[in-house]
């Protein structure tokens, strides 16, 4: 069964203490990864797909990176304004359906 | 910049009421997705449309849940009658690709249904 997993569940940090999320999926086969970020209250706000193993993209403080098995967001020097629900979802070949992790938690304090 | 639309933005509704939920995609988006959201989870797709056909709705409680698009634009999801465990996020998605292909989805704001 496909599957994706998020951890950990929630993570603060102090401003300025560079992280990492991690997002593990079990799919036959992978068409599309992709990050979001969630406000509370609100629609999730796409940040990136990757595509194949070894890709790297980056946004501001934001980098995801994906391999075989995993993806992580690697979040450096993270201000206040970087606490939101960050969700991964994974698109598995050969089928129609995202699949969403529970997402990760963030809270950074100044 | 082009935005998905969703109304109500809230609704407070008795168990066993009707309640509907309206979406507006993007301009030229062909695909359309209603998911649902509950507290401290993820996304999970109730329906998705590709222009007015329907693709995938294995996960939608067909005996109270429906949902159409009838000119391929815009979208109404339907329960009735609403159940107490319904109280969720209902978000509304679009993208410009094809059922499968990996393009990104663009959410609305969403629309929060609490049952009473």
């Known amino acids: 069964e496909d599957q994706v997993t998020q951890s950990p569940e929630a993570l603060r940090l102090q401003e300025g203490e560079s992280s990492s999320l991690n997002c593990s999926y079990t799919v036959s086969g992978l068409r599309g990864l992709f990050w979001y970020r969630q406000d509370p209250g609100k629609g999730p706000e796409f940040l990136f797909t990757l595509y194949s193993a070894g890709e790297e993209k980056e946004k501001e403080r934001l980098k995801a990176t994906l391999t075989k098995k995993e993806s992580f967001l690697h979040i450096t020097a993270p201000k206040p304004e970087d606490s939101a629900t960050y969700l991964c979802a994974v698109l598995p070949t050969g089928g129609f359906k995202t699949i969403f992790g529970a997402g990760t938690r963030l809270f950074v304090k100044a | 910049e082009a935005e998905v639309a969703q109304s109500p933005r809230y609704k407070i509704t008795e168990k066993s009421q009707a309640v509907a939920f309206w979406c507006d995609p993007i301009?030229?988006?062909?695909?359309l997705y209603w998911y649902r959201q509950i507290l401290g989870q993820g996304p999970e797709l109730l329906v998705q449309?590709?222009?007015?056909?329907?693709?995938?709705d294995s996960q939608l409680p067909k005996d109270r849940f429906s949902a159409e698009r009838l000119k391929g634009v815009d979208s109404t999801l339907k329960i009735q009658p609403a159940e107490l465990g319904d109280s969720a996020m209902y978000l509304c998605?679009?993208?410009?690709?094809?059922?499968?292909?990996?393009?990104?989805?663009?959410f609305g704001p969403g629309t929060r249904l609490l049952v009473l």
């Open positions: 449309f590709q222009d007015e056909s329907v693709v995938d």
């Open positions: 998605a679009s993208s410009t690709g094809t059922s499968g292909s990996p393009e990104t989805q663009y």
């Open positions: 301009s030229g988006h062909a695909t």
